[in-house]
């Protein structure tokens, strides 16, 4: 995620970190390139049909009200990804608290909060397709199973079932932490769906065969009025819609490493220091920006 100022005049012509210049440059440079070719064959060589530019009119904003529609799509999987790793946080916080009401044997305590720390790090781990050893610093031998995340959930529920069976933990105390891990265990399986459904692959095709169908199209359309200008125009109109297809996919892949997804290293750090206090550790250090890139 990108973490800056209200960019000025310097930053909106010049900054590249967080935007998707870089990926969208080679389409504008075909867009451009081609524009010019057809301005010299049309001046030079053979004169090409002129068509009204009014047909592009109408067909540019349909193309732009069906980006809209689906930039709006990936926002919403974006926006509910975060309000899910919020929720997270905040029942791993109420986890820490309700352990320490709850779960009298200090080393159980450490034990499941331990978990939880484990859990986090090998959910984010799971959804960004990663491997990553973060989990071993709080448990060192994870516990086995298909699925990392859940087997360390269900690790959790048996401590919780151990200390209802030796009676250090009663029946209140019980039913609120499994409460509470059927609440982590639900922001979980939201994160999954996200990360394991994204928008329907036709839509992608549909638009970026249409975003390069009407720029190809686009300078017959504008020889007339735009001259020699009209790679110019082209290519300013492809860096439009190109950016926004490609910002809608980075969107609509909330947990993926790119510049403009989750900062899910800086939210399990949180939960590190939410949690460290309820160990008697020292709070580590929140994630920093690096070149205004929260990760």
Known sequence: MILRDKPGVRELLFATRGSIILKVLPQV???AGWSLLIYLLDKHWAPLTHPNIAPFTVFGIALSLFLGFRNNAAYERWWEARKLWGQLIADMRALGRETGLFL????????????????????????RRVADGKAKEWVGALPAGPHPPCAALDAMAEELTLAAREGTLDGYGQRALSQRLAAITYAQAGCERIANTPLPYVYSLLIFRTVWLYCLLLPLGLIDTAGWLTPVFAGVVAYVFFGLAEVTEELGHPFGPTPN????????????IS?????????????????YLLT
Do not use: I, K, Q
């Open 261 to 272: 997804g989750l900062p899910l290293d800086a939210m399990c750090r949180t939960v590190e």
């Open 104 to 127: 009298g044997p200090p080393a159980r305590r450490e034990r499941v909060l331990r978990l939880a720390l484990s859990f986090v790090h090998l959910h984010r781990a799971n959804l």
């Open 29 to 31: 440079g075909v867009v």
């Open 275 to 291: 949690l460290a206090p309820h160990l008697g550790l020292t709070p580590p250090e929140p994630v920093r920006p690096v070149d």
